[in-house]
C-alpha cells in the first residue's frame, strides 16, 4: 500500500475554487479510481500529487519510492518507439536495452520497435506512455483518463496491463469517468466534487452504499 497525504491544498483559477483540501490521508491499495463530475478537479489532483503543481503552502508526501505520471496527452519526440524508451537513460543510467525490450514485450510494443512514435495510434501511444512511466521504476502510477477515446479493445488491454502490473506490487492513482471501468479494475474510490474530497472507501460500498448526499446523486445520475 502507497500512503498519500495532503494538507493546506488551495487552488483558484479565474477566482473559482478548483481544488480545496485542508488534510486528508489517500491510501492507495491496487488500484484507487478518483471520479466526479466534469471539471471537479479530477486531474487537478492528480497533477498536485505529482508535483507538478506547486505552491510554497502545499504538503504533499507519499510513502512511493518512484511516483510517475501519464497525462491524458502524452508527447513524444520524433524518433522511434525503442529510441523514445531508451530516451529515459539520460535520467536513468542503468536502464539496459533488455530492460526496454522487456517492457516493449509486456505493453505488445515490440513489433513496433522500429515505427516513429509520433504515428502510432491513440491506444499505442497510450501503453508506450505507460511503459515510460514503469521504466522509471515507479511504484505509483498515477493515470489521468488512461482510456478516454479509445476503442473497446485498446480499453480492454490496457486494462488488463493495469491489472498485471497490480498484481506485480505496483499501485494506481486512476482518473476516469467511465462508470463500468471503475468498478471492473478499482478496488477504491476517491471522490471528488466542486475541488473537494467528499468521500472515499472501497469500490463496492462506494457504488452500494455511499455515504454521502453528493455521491448518492451523483451515482443515480450515471446508473
Known amino acids: 500500500m502507497v500512503n498519500i497525504s495532503l ?6 483559477k479565474q477566482d473559482r475554487l478548483v481544488l480545496d483540501i ?6 492507495c491499495h491496487r488500484i484507487t479510481a478518483i471520479i466526479g463530475p466534469n471539471g471537479s478537479g479530477k486531474s487537478m489532483l492528480l497533477k498536485t500529487i505529482a508535483g507538478l503543481i506547486k505552491q510554497p503552502e502545499f504538503q504533499i508526501s507519499h510513502s512511493a519510492k518512484q511516483l510517475g505520471i501519464v497525462l491524458s496527452q502524452t508527447p513524444f519526440i520524433k524518433m522511434s518507439v525503442m529510441d523514445n524508451l531508451l530516451f529515459l537513460r539520460d535520467a536513468c543510467p542503468s536502464l539496459s536495452v533488455t530492460q526496454v525490450h522487456h517492457a516493449m514485450k509486456i505493453f505488445l510494443l515490440d513489433h513496433l520497435s522500429d515505427q516513429p512514435a509520433t504515428k502510432l495510434s491513440t491506444g499505442e501511444k497510450q501503453r508506450l506512455a505507460i511503459a515510460r ?5 515507479s511504484d505509483l502510477l498515477i493515470l489521468d483518463e488512461p482510456t478516454a477515446s479509445l476503442d473497446p479493445q485498446s480499453t480492454a488491454l490496457i486494462e488488463s496491463k493495469v491489472n498485471e502490473l497490480a ?7 486512476i ?3 467511465d462508470f463500468a471501468q471503475v468498478k471492473r479494475i478499482s478496488d477504491h474510490i476517491v471522490f471528488v466534487k466542486d475541488g473537494k474530497i467528499v468521500e472515499t472507501g ?12 453528493a455521491a448518492k446523486e451523483f451515482i443515480s445520475t450515471h446508473l
Open 7 to 12: 494538507s493546506n491544498i488551495s487552488i483558484r
Open 22 to 27: 485542508s488534510h486528508i490521508e489517500l491510501p
Open 133 to 137: 512511466a514503469y521504466l522509471m521504476g
Open 167 to 173: 498484481q506485480s506490487g505496483i499501485r494506481f492513482l
Open 175 to 177: 482518473a476516469s469517468h
Open 202 to 213: 472501497p469500490t463496492e460500498l462506494f457504488f452500494s452504499a455511499p455515504t454521502t448526499q
